[in-house]
Nanobody
């Protein structure tokens, strides 16, 4: 059974930091891209950051220089270090992993930034 277990969300004041983790299990094949998305109620899910198996990264303009995505291939885990958080970063954050044939999503973790 495939599972993506996310953790690290919570409530933080503006300017603070959080680190999200997403651990994948039950996936038979190599994991290629790993990504973080976020979605607010009534909005479309948007890409926050992605990382390839080789470590190449891509960020949304709104989070560049504040967020850092990384991964541990041996642990099949992707991380999102979020610094200098702003109230507009308040969202449910989802991880996504892609193999050669399948796409999997995590259940989402709430991040709330108070002003």
């Amino acid at each position: 059974q495939v599972q993506l277990v996310e953790s690290g969300g919570g409530l933080v004041q503006a300017g603070g930091s959080l680190r999200l983790s997403c651990a994948a299990s039950g996936i038979m094949f190599n994991i290629n891209d790993m990504s973080w998305y976020r979605q607010a109620p009534g909005n479309q899910r948007e890409l926050v950051a992605s990382i390839t198996r080789g470590g190449s990264t891509n960020y949304a303009d709104s989070v560049k220089d504040r967020f850092t995505i990384s991964r541990d291939n041996a642990k099949r885990t992707v991380y999102l270090q979020m610094n200098s958080l702003k109230p507009e970063d308040t969202n449910v954050y989802y991880c996504k992993v892609i193999t050669w044939s399948q796409t999997y999503w995590g259940q989402g973790t709430q991040v709330t930034v108070s002003s």
